[in-house]
Nanobody, 124 residues
Framework: EVQLVESGGGLVQAGGSLRLSCAAS????????IGWFRQAPGKEREGVSC????????YYADSVKGRFTISSDNAKNTVYLQMNSPKPEDTAVYYC?????????????????WGQGTQVTVSS
């Protein structure tokens, strides 16, 4: 059974830091890319960052570039999203998702598996 379990969300002050974790199981981790997405109230879900577990390539949305860092511990089947200098507009439910690298059609498109999400609230 495929599982993606996010953790690490919570309340953080603007300018602080927070690290989200995504623990994966039930599939061959190295064959997948893991993406972080977020959805704020009243807004569409958007892609935040992605890492390819086969070679470590990373991608970021312009809105978080330079502030967020995605990383992967392949030995633990876990992906992290380090959020530095968060802003109130980063407040959202954050989801991690997995997609087979062999079949993916785009960095933030058509992911196969999704976690339940973790709330991140950034106070000003």
């Amino acid at each position: 059974e495929v599982q993606l379990v996010e953790s690490g969300g919570g309340l953080v002050q603007a300018g602080g830091s927070l690290r989200l974790s995504c623990a994966a199981s039930g599939f061959t981790f190295d064959d997948y890319a893991i993406g972080w997405f977020r959805q704020a109230p009243g807004k569409e879900r958007e892609g935040v960052s992605c890492i390819f577990n086969n070679d470590g390539s990373t991608y970021y949305a312009d809105s978080v570039k330079g502030r967020f860092t995605i990383s992967s511990d392949n030995a633990k089947n876990t992906v992290y999203l380090q959020m530095n200098s968060p802003k109130p507009e980063d407040t959202a439910v954050y989801y991690c998702a997995a997609v087979s690298i062999a079949t993916m059609t785009g960095i933030f498109y058509e992911y196969d598996y999704w976690g339940q999400g973790t709330q991140v609230t950034v106070s000003s």
